[in-house]
Nanobody, 115 residues
Framework: QVQLVESGGGLVQAGGSLRLSCAAS????????VGWYRQAPGKQREPVAT???????NYADSVKGRFTISRDNAKNTVYLQMNSLKPEDTAVYYC?????????WGQGTQVTVSS
């Protein structure tokens, strides 16, 4: 199993930045893929940024050039650096890990961008 704990959400003005962190309970070296998803009120959960072990990051078109996913294997932590935030980025952000064919989710962290 994998437990994921997100942190770093909050309220920010449009144009600002936030960095989300996701701490995993086991080495992310052995996790097949990690990523960030988000869910806005009344909408389905959607992928924001994902990265497979040994692979390149993939980003949603809406965040390309603004968001960066990274991983620190020594700290078993995945980050999402979010710059130039827009009100439409407002959502609950969830960390995801795929391990041995199963999806694991964190509890989510709220990001609110005011105009």
């Amino acid at each position: 199993q994998v437990q994921l704990v997100e942190s770093g959400g909050g309220l920010v003005q449009a144009g600002g930045s936030l960095r989300l962190s996701c701490a995993a309970s086991r080495s992310i070296d052995v996790i097949n893929a990690v990523g960030w998803y988000r869910q806005a009120p009344g909408k389905q959960r959607e992928p924001v940024a994902t990265i497979a072990t040994g692979g390149s990051p993939n980003y949603a078109d809406s965040v390309k050039g603004r968001f960066t996913i990274s991983r620190d294997n020594a700290k078993n932590t995945v980050y999402l650096q979010m710059n130039s935030l827009k009100p439409e980025d407002t959502a609950v952000y969830y960390c995801n890990a795929v391990f041995r064919g199963r999806n694991y989710w964190g509890q989510g962290t709220q990001v609110t961008v005011s105009s």
